[in-house]
C-alpha cells in the first residue's frame, strides 16, 4: 500500500472519534482557529461565494464557513466538502445535510477552472503526499484573484519553555490520549511525526509563491497552528 493511500485509511479507522478526538487535545482551541482563519479570509472575499473545503474531514471548517459568513453578511452560493476518506466524508455527510461532498484527493480534484471564489484546508496539507501537485490544483480551480486559506500545525521556530511544553505534549501525551480515546494509537503517533516532517513557515511560503501572493500569516497558541491566506496571481 502506497503511503497515501496508509493515511487515507488511518483516516478511516479513526472517523467515529475524530471530533471527540479533537476537542479534548487541542482543549477546544481547534474551533477559534477556524473562526479567526473565517473571518481573516473574509476582509479579502466578495460578497457572494462559492468555496471548497478540501481535506474537509468531518466538515468542522464548513460548519464554521457558513457561521461566520452568516455573522459576515457574506452569501454562500455553494459550499463543497472535498476529502480521500470515506469515514470522514460519511461523519461530515450526517453533521451537514446542506453542503456538497465529494471523495477525491488534494491533488487530483474533479472540480472546473476557475470554479472557486475560496479554497481552504485545515490540519490536512501536511497528510498530501504530492503537495506542490495539489497547490498547483488549488491555483487551477481558484477564480482569478481567489483566495486560498491554510491552517496547519508547522513546526516551532525558536527555542524556549513553551515550546518545549507544546513539543513534550505532543510527543508523550498526545498519542497516549488520542490512542486511548480511538482505540488507534499509531494514528496519533503519526500527527506529531508529520508535523516534524512538514516544512517551516518560511519554505510553506516560498512553495506557495510560484501561483499565489501572500496576504497574511498569523501563528496562534504560541506558534502550535499557523495560518496562511494567499491571493491566486
Known amino acids: 500500500m502506497q503511503k497515501q493511500e496508509k493515511i487515507v485509511k488511518m483516516f478511516d479507522d479513526i472517523a467515529p472519534t475524530y471530533d471527540k478526538t479533537n476537542r479534548i487535545l487541542s482543549f477546544g482551541s481547534d ?31 464548513i460548519i464554521e464557513w457558513q457561521n461566520q459568513a452568516l455573522k459576515s ?10 476529502d480521500p476518506s470515506i469515514g470522514m466524508l460519511e461523519v461530515a455527510k450526517k453533521k451537514i445535510p446542506n453542503a456538497t461532498f465529494i471523495q477525491a484527493k488534494a491533488q487530483e480534484l474533479p472540480l472546473e477552472n476557475e470554479s472557486a471564489d475560496i479554497i481552504s484546508i485545515s490540519y490536512g496539507i501536511r497528510n498530501v503526499v504530492d503537495r ?39 510527543k508523550n501525551i498526545l498519542p497516549k490520549i488520542g490512542g486511548f480515546i480511538s482505540k488507534n494509537y499509531s494514528a496519533y503517533e503519526y500527527l506529531p511525526n508529520s508535523i516534524e516532517d512538514f516544512l517551516s513557515k518560511e519554505d510553506f511560503i516560498e512553495e506557495l509563491k510560484e501561483y499565489f501572493e501572500m496576504l497574511e500569516y498569523k501563528s496562534f497558541s504560541f506558534g502550535v497552528c499557523s495560518m496562511f491566506i494567499a491571493r491566486k496571481k
Open 31 to 61: 474551533v477559534s482557529w477556524r473562526k479567526k482563519a473565517c473571518l481573516g479570509v473574509f476582509k479579502y472575499s466578495n460578497n457572494e461565494l462559492d468555496i471548497i473545503d478540501i481535506a474537509c474531514g468531518t466538515g468542522d471548517m
Open 132 to 170: 506542490k501537485k495539489a497547490i498547483k490544483e488549488f491555483a487551477r480551480v481558484l477564480k482569478k484573484n481567489g483566495i486560498l486559506l491554510v491552517l496547519e500545525f508547522t513546526k516551532r521556530e525558536q527555542g524556549g519553555f513553551i515550546a518545549t511544553c507544546r513539543d513534550f505534549y505532543l
Open 73 to 82: 453578511n457574506k452569501n454562500i452560493i455553494n459550499i463543497k466538502g472535498i
